[in-house]
């Protein structure tokens, strides 16, 4: 039934309105990828180090089909504040996503002690306009992860949708 | 000699949408020298006005990243396969 015809923003205000964000702007990633995504940065944070990986999807699409952990190559003594994601883990992920017909279209990464939020460095030396950026906070009990897009130094987030495998 | 050389999708706007394309050369960098021929936007993309490999990007032959080998020196056959990827960071 159709809402009555008020302005958006207060219905905004309580989530959930379908005008709220518009759909292209939606991440929908499932919820086994999202919960590795999680897992990989908790389980890096112990060390403590900053976790990464890639994101696979078909290009200009909003779905992540598939995330593929990797290595931070960062200086051991310099993980827990950068990443630099393994290039040799990068290659094995792009034949992979290539052989199923995807591309690599975003990274994420962890951040141990600071928010979910993209920090200078990450926006400096973000690779491609066109990609996805998953940073997953762990500084508190409960993980945050958040995506956003990086635009010529222009941050816009993108709020992800947690998807049930077809299955269900 | 053709080699097949796969692009990240940054670079894909300046070879015409892309994803893989086929270069000719017995090096490297003669393979780089005949993409930008093709795709004149790849010129200063993967290297340097000095003629060195670009700082942010990563190139591999097959398995093994050139930096490691003979960098753009490093000798390619026809069913190689030369993969660039961008170099991927944060903080």
Known sequence: ?168 | MPVEVRLPTVLRQHAAGQSSVKANGATVGEVFEDLVRQFPLLANQVITEDGSLHKFVNVYRNDDDVRFLDKLATPVEEADVITILPAVAGG
Not at chain 1, 9 to 32: C, E, K, M, Q, Y
Request: charged content about 25%.
């Open chain 1, 1 to 168: 039934m159709p809402g009555p015809a008020i302005a958006g923003n207060r219905l905004d205000a309580f989530g959930g309105h379908r005008r709220r964000v518009p759909s292209t702007s939606v991440l929908r990633i499932s919820r086994a990828d999202w919960q590795s995504i999680i897992d990989h940065s908790l389980a890096e944070a112990e060390k403590p180090a900053e976790a990464c990986g890639l994101l696979a999807g078909e290009l200009g699409d909003m779905d992540v089909k598939a995330v593929y952990p990797c290595g931070n190559a960062a200086p051991a003594d310099r993980q827990n504040v950068i990443y630099e994601l393994d290039s040799r883990d990068y290659l094995k992920a792009d034949r992979d996503a290539r052989e199923k017909g995807w591309d690599i279209i975003g990274v994420y990464h962890s951040h141990t002690h600071t928010q979910a939020y993209p920090s200078p460095t990450d926006i400096a030396q973000a690779p491609d306009p066109s990609w996805h950026y998953i940073v997953a906070s762990v500084q508190h009990p409960a993980p945050v992860v958040r995506s956003y897009t990086i635009v010529d130094g222009e941050v816009a987030e993108e709020p992800l949708v947690l998807e049930r495998p077809a299955s269900q």
